[in-house]
């Protein structure tokens, strides 16, 4: 047997594993690097702290305000507000419902010492992807108050998965009753070709209750260089040449396999 045939499939399936092996881009936010409180100054300037009773002597104890959460992770694609779904789908102009605040807690906190709760839209809070690539893979660690909340992760145009958590519904998508456990800093893991946004809603009780996240982790799925599909296409050029080569030197009169 012509000993090209065994090689240049391996060839083909180095190439392969080299496509496999792309890494996926990736981003992971702990909202450490978001201080908690800031002032607008009478100057214009803002002044931003973790400590604002370090300016109290100052300023007065009840001077600064919580920093909402909207857009300081719009470099990695990601925009933050109230509670989302696509018919209310943030726009990537300036109008973004009020965000979420960052709070220090590190009771709380899955790792550092600050989570991300939801503030003045009653209904929870929700992020936004933003750009042409959507991420396939998100994840979070979640609390709640009342350990109730619905999590909703929506495509471009449809509702991909919806979890309840800490209650029952019934097939028919009757509420059922309370399961009683606790909901804090539970893992959740939403997965889909393309995650639009995602929604986390607290009612309990026809009222709304803080929720507040940790940790968030958003992959998306990997794209081959393009240097590595031109040395797949190549090696698929070349096996196919050798190969129809081949087949003309085995029909040769006196020629045999």
């Given at each position: ?30 909202f ?13 300037s803002?002044?931003?702290t ?34 989302y ?82 209650y029952?519904?019934?097939?028919e ?31 309990f ?32 050029a ?20």
């Amino acid at each position: 047997m012509d000993r090209s045939s065994l090689r240049l499939p391996a060839f083909l399936t180095a190439s392969a594993a080299l496509l496999a092996a792309s890494p996926a881009s990736a981003a992971f936010l702990d909202f450490e690097d978001v201080p908690a409180f800031y002032l607008e100054l009478a100057d214009g300037s803002t002044l931003y702290t973790d400590s604002p009773e370090s300016y109290a002597d100052v300023y007065g104890e009840d001077a600064f305000e919580p920093v909402p959460v909207i857009r300081q992770y719009q470099h990695l694609g990601v925009i933050f507000g109230g509670y989302y779904t696509p018919e209310i789908a943030y726009p990537e102009a300036n109008s973004v419902p009020e965000g979420p605040v960052v709070v220090i807690n590190p009771d709380s906190a899955v790792s550092g010492q600050k989570i991300l709760r939801s503030y003045d839209d009653p209904r929870g809070l929700g992020f936004q992807f933003i750009g042409d690539k959507l991420p396939n893979y998100v994840s979070f660690y979640l609390s709640a108050v009342t350990n109730v909340a619905t999590v909703s992760s929506f495509g471009p145009d449809e509702v991909i998965e919806e979890l309840a958590l800490g209650y029952e519904l019934d097939s028919e998508g009757r509420f059922l009753g309370y399961t009683g456990e606790e909901l804090d800093r539970q893992k959740i893991e939403l997965y889909g070709d393309a995650i639009r946004g995602v929604a986390i809603s607290t009612f309990f009780g026809h009222r709304s209750t803080p929720v507040w996240i940790d940790d968030l982790t958003f992959t998306y799925a990997s794209v081959p260089e393009p240097a590595s599909l031109g040395l797949l296409a190549a090696g698929i050029a070349v096996f196919g040449g050798l190969q129809a080569r081949r087949r003309r030197f085995l029909a040769l009169p006196g020629i045999r396999d």
